[in-house]
């Protein structure tokens, strides 16, 4: 079994979604509820990726289409190239939902050993992970301890352990700081950046856009199952028709004159880029507009 620290190199997209609908029938009503409108998008190897929404838009339906629990009414979706119908397609994920539920009576070390076992592992392999794995999400000075003494933010963390156990390429996060302190919410987000420099692909979605603004490579908006936004965060939270420069030791008079000076004066200019609005702000402005297009 590969390493917990291997990079992924894979040019096929973690994750590609085309065109995907799902309509479920509410029988007692004589009605149908659509719960995704033509949705497409490709999450690259090795990015953290946001999917976020308001309630009702989509984002738990697409989740599970991934996970194979849930029959798209048509549209395809892949994971590594493997169509995520497939039983192939779950060895790559690792998943945590948004209330993950363990075993109260078993320490954090027997749950991971627990998983483990699960996905076929014994002996030393498995002991060496359930180390690794404890090391990984800061937990082996709880190791031993039983998880139903753990804080919220630790059931995360053992979650997070769980779900690499058998060493995905992709996690997949259902609101994975969900009801944590701030304090443990900044232990998971350090855990997402550490799993992506070790070449993890992150699915998440979150209702904390802060932390997704820290995190997140892109970033796509859902309302009412349709793709309102995508794409980096960069140019998602960009205001357009603006620029933005840092200039160092530059004078009063130069400020003034800054379009024909800054060559000829001597300053140097650090950085030039757009204005930036917060991903709170695009987040609004794109469910807004959805809301109010009333489709």
Not at 72 to 86: A, D, K, Q
Not at 240 to 258: D, F, R
Not at 268 to 273: D, E, F, W
Request: with cysteine.
């Amino acid at each position: 079994m590969k390493s917990i620290l291997s990079h992924s190199t894979s040019p096929i997209p973690a994750v590609s979604i085309r065109n995907l609908e799902k309509v479920f029938p509410v029988h007692l009503r004589r009605r149908q509820v659509v719960a995704l409108r033509g949705l497409s998008l490709d999450i690259p190897a090795g990015h953290v990726y946001g999917l976020l929404g308001p309630n009702g838009s989509g984002k738990s339906t697409t989740l599970k289409i991934l996970l194979g629990l849930v029959t798209p009414s048509s549209g395809t979706s892949e994971i590594f190239g493997v169509p995520s119908h497939r039983v192939a397609s779950r060895v790559d994920v690792g998943f945590l939902p948004e209330n993950p539920y363990f075993y109260k009576f078993l320490t954090g070390a027997e749950t991971i050993a627990f998983y483990g076992k699960l996905c076929g592992l014994t002996g030393g392999t498995l002991k060496a992970r359930v180390t690794e794995l404890l090391d990984l999400v800061g937990l082996t000075e709880a190791g031993d301890r039983r998880v139903g003494s753990y804080s919220k933010g630790m059931l995360q963390r053992i979650g997070l352990a769980q779900a690499m156990v058998h060493d995905p390429r992709l996690l997949i996060l259902d609101e994975p700081t969900a009801g944590v302190d701030p304090a443990g919410s900044r232990e998971i987000r350090d855990l997402i950046l550490r799993l992506k420099a070790r070449g993890k692909t992150i699915l998440l979605t979150s209702h904390l856009l802060e932390q997704v603004q820290e995190v997140c490579d892109r970033v796509g908006i859902l309302a009412k199952g349709r793709l309102v936004r995508e794409g980096s965060l960069d140019i998602l939270t960009g205001i357009s028709g603006q620029t933005e420069y840092v200039i160092e030791n530059s004078s009063p008079e130069l400020q003034e004159e800054i379009a024909r000076l800054v060559a000829s004066r001597g300053a140097r200019l650090l950085s030039s880029r757009q204005p930036q609005m917060d991903l709170e702000t695009v987040f609004l402005k794109a469910t807004e507009t959805a809301e109010q297009s009333g489709k």
